[in-house]
């Protein structure tokens, strides 16, 4: 016989979107990072649904160089997600990725109700098309004001003042890759973290005012220094 | 990002014992934990984040090690740690066995534990922090993800007790808690967390446990497109209003037809019809003038009680599934229990002692404890000293064995007196009393 009536918390849809650049400078060993990245990211990811009671998380990713495309248009739940390699080459049309978010942001085509949207935009350098146009018209549907942006810089030549832009809140920082290995870590921290303060926050902490956003972001973990002339740097 | 230390490292805990990591376990918003040997044994090292890892905290963990658990609920910092090559400290306190799973896995209903199971865990988690709270100390961040237990027997244990200190400090309080569990005064910025705040936090983990849901979030909610931040802080801070306020039907629990997601309330409703009018009450006090005025909030002690008198509530329908027992509608005239919640059928209640106070439904596997039998109730259903039992021979009778050491004077419903010592056991039949010794009962039918 049952012994309770049975039921579980409703849970509200999570949209997360990686916007990635696929220009020509990402060709080589940078895109093959990444792929792996993102590959390494999806575990995490489900640990995150897994832990949180409240949330379903559904993944897309748009891919831009000349022009922009959905590489993966079909909102996937995080479980049954598959990522599949990206390759790189042509220009940096980041205004056009934007302008296609913005699409995919509007009311009609956005759930009732749901968790802030987590869009994490990788790019390795300077976009080549209108990226404050297409960023005009993202944050001009209501889905994407209130989404959580989160970019990452893969190497010098990204443009950290476009990435801070995007994310439009001086206290978050874009996240920079300075290497391939350092690529890994940060994708994974910019596939998590967000996706956990968007969906189920943790304890708050006192004096957080998160520059006046609406998801409360934990800063990243400082990049390990060496303590001693000794230590592997 | 992950792993400040690395298996095999060596840190030093504040005694000066080294401290060997075995394994990294997980990481959390303020640091890392890790699996320690910590002089042979297994234990479970927090790591903070060299952000996290303040002179503020080092002081408070100092005090809470130097304190000592408030009961062994509590996996609480037992040493700090060092080391030489990393920068910050840590902590190390027991390590969580693996039958405790997270209140979570609970309202995920990926666990299913038995009603008594449940309301034991509740007992469980209102007396430690009676036990933390008459210490002087508050703990300032009661939520899902810091509570555990054991579904097989509701027993359960605290974790990040790190975020402890004395009640009412004036220094900076590291965490204002979980934004679902903040009382309304912490989510409008007005106080930092005290133990007035932790009894609200409390409430609403219980009402989680019971009613499966949150019991602030209910028509509100459903308006809301994108729930963040400024949502909850209307929700849970500047608008709050209970789902079953008696006096306010502006976010009322809905129910599925009216909100198939859920989300506004719909388990919730289906839970609290099933709760007697003691519980319900107490819930209500909770988040109605409790909600606007932290100096009535119900306490601990209130909780005790009502969930004490819960526990005795509990009968199970001839389909075998619990129900409960309101003796609000037993003594109102023309009211009829409800029907049971599974076979939708008319229950049949068992045979029940009243002791005092306390009135207990006499279950095929019931049985009484001294917390029954005295005025000075303590809550503990370890050691029973009765216990429902078959007639060997004749299935059809019912009795109550004495498991106590005292011998039981028994007036039988004929008038007749009649000893029971221990080991013996006397038959259930309505309008037998019982002398305990310490207390007298009644059995009614």
Same mark, same amino acid.
């Given at each position: 016989?049952p ?12 949209q ?30 489900q640990?995150?649904?897994?832990e ?15 022009g ?14 598959k ?9 940096t049309?980041?205004?056009k ?8 942001m ?54 950290l003042?476009v ?5 439009g ?13 350092d690529l ?18 943790a ?17 990243p ?13 | ?16 014992q ?20 910590w002089?042979?044994?297994?234990f ?14 080092r ?34 306190m027991?390590?969580r ?5 997270s209140?979570n ?34 703990y ?24 402890? #200190?004395?009640? %009412? ?5 590291? /965490?204002? @808690?979980? =934004?679902? &569990?903040?009382? !309304? +005064? ?9 133990n ?15 009613c ?9 909610v ?9 949502a ?11 789902i ?19 989300e ?16 319900r ?25 009502t969930? #004490?008198?819960? %526990? ?5 329908? /001839?389909? @075998?599934? =619990?129900? &409960?027992?309101? !003796? +609000? ?7 009829h ?18 002791i005092?106070?306390?009135l ?23 050691t029973?000293?009765?216990?429902v ?57």
């Open positions: 016989m012994e309770r009536p049975g039921g579980s918390l409703a849970k509200r849809p999570l997360f979107i990686w916007i990635v650049d696929c220009s020509g400078s990402m060709q080589g060993r940078k895109i093959e990072s990444l792929n792996l990245a993102i590959r390494e990211s999806i575990k995490p990811m640990d995150v649904a897994d949180n009671p409240n949330a379903e998380i559904f993944i897309r990713v748009v891919k831009f160089s000349d922009a495309q959905w590489h993966i248009s079909e909102p996937t739940e995080v479980h049954a997600f990522w599949s390699d990206l390759d790189a080459g042509g220009m049309d980041m205004g990725a934007l302008t296609m978010l913005a699409d995919a509007k009311v009609e085509t956005m759930p009732q109700r749901g968790l802030p949207p987590v869009l994490v935009l990788i790019s390795d350098g300077q976009p080549t098309d209108d990226f404050k146009g297409g960023l005009k018209t993202l944050m001009a549907q209501p889905w994407g004001l209130k989404a959580v942006r989160i970019s990452v810089a893969i190497g010098e030549d990204a443009d003042d990435l801070q832009e995007f994310i809140n001086p206290e978050i920082k874009p996240l920079v890759a300075s290497n391939v290995q890994v870590k940060k994708i994974k921290w910019a596939s998590t973290v967000p996706l956990k303060a968007a969906s189920n926050p304890s708050r902490p006192q004096g957080a005012t998160n520059g006046g956003s609406n998801v409360q972001i934990p800063a973990p400082a990049d390990a220094k060496p303590t001693s002339p000794a230590d592997v740097f | 990002m992950n792993e400040l230390l690395s298996p095999n490292q060596v840190v030093k805990s504040g005694t000066g080294p401290c060997k990591v075995i394994k990294f376990l997980g990481s959390g918003g303020q640091g890392e934990v890790y699996k320690v040997d002089g042979g044994s297994e479970a090292l927090k790591w903070y984040y060299q952000q996290n890892a303040t002179p503020e905290q002081e408070m963990l100092q005090r809470l090690v130097s304190e000592g658990k408030p009961n062994d609920k509590f996996l609480w910092p037992e040493d700090l740690a060092f080391a030489d090559q990393v920068p910050g400290f840590g902590y190390i027991r390590l066995p693996p039958e405790y799973k209140l896995d609970l309202v995920a209903g990926k666990i299913q534990p038995t009603y008594i199971a449940l309301i034991v865990a509740a007992l469980e988690l209102v007396k430690a922090f009676r036990s933390l709270h008459i210490k002087g100390l508050a300032r961040d009661i939520s899902f993800g810091n509570a555990f237990f054991n579904p097989a027997t509701g027993d359960v244990l605290i974790c990040d007790n790190d975020n402890v #200190a004395t009640n %009412r400090t004036t220094k900076p309080c590291g /965490v204002l @808690g979980t =934004p679902d &569990f903040m009382a !309304p +005064e912490i989510v409008r910025g007005e106080v930092q967390p005290t007035k705040t932790d009894l609200h936090s409390l409430s609403v983990l219980l009402f989680y446990i019971f499966f849901g949150h019991p602030l979030m209910g028509r509100k459903s308006n809301i497109r994108c729930w963040d931040t400024p909850r802080t209307r929700i849970f801070g500047t608008e709050p209003v209970f079953f306020d008696p006096g306010d039907r502006s976010n009322e629990a809905l129910d599925k037809q009216r909100d198939p997601t859920g506004a309330g719909g388990w919730a409703l289906v839970y609290w019809q099933l709760y007697p009018k003691f519980l009450d107490t819930f209500t006090k909770s988040f109605t003038v409790g909600l606007r005025d932290p100096d009535r909030r119900v306490t601990e002690l209130e909780w005790l009680n969930l #004490a008198a819960l %526990r005795d509530a509990v009968f199970k329908c /001839v389909c @075998g599934s =619990p129900n &409960f027992y309101d !003796p +609000e509608v037993a003594k109102t005239p023309g009211a229990p409800a029907l049971c919640w599974h076979c939708k059928k008319a229950v049949k209640h068992p045979f029940r002692i009243r005092g106070k306390a207990v439904m006499l279950n095929a596997d019931s049985m009484l404890y001294p917390h029954h039998m005295a005025d000075a109730r303590d809550y503990d259903f370890s029973p000293v009765a216990q039992t078959r007639h060997p021979t004749d299935p059809n009778i019912w009795g109550l064995k004495n498991l106590s050491g005292a011998k039981w004077v028994v007036t039988l419903p004929n008038g007749k007196l009649k000893d029971v010592e221990p080991g013996r056991s006397v038959p259930l039949a309505e309008n037998t009393r019982i002398a305990f010794g310490r207390a007298d009962g009644e059995i009614r039918y």
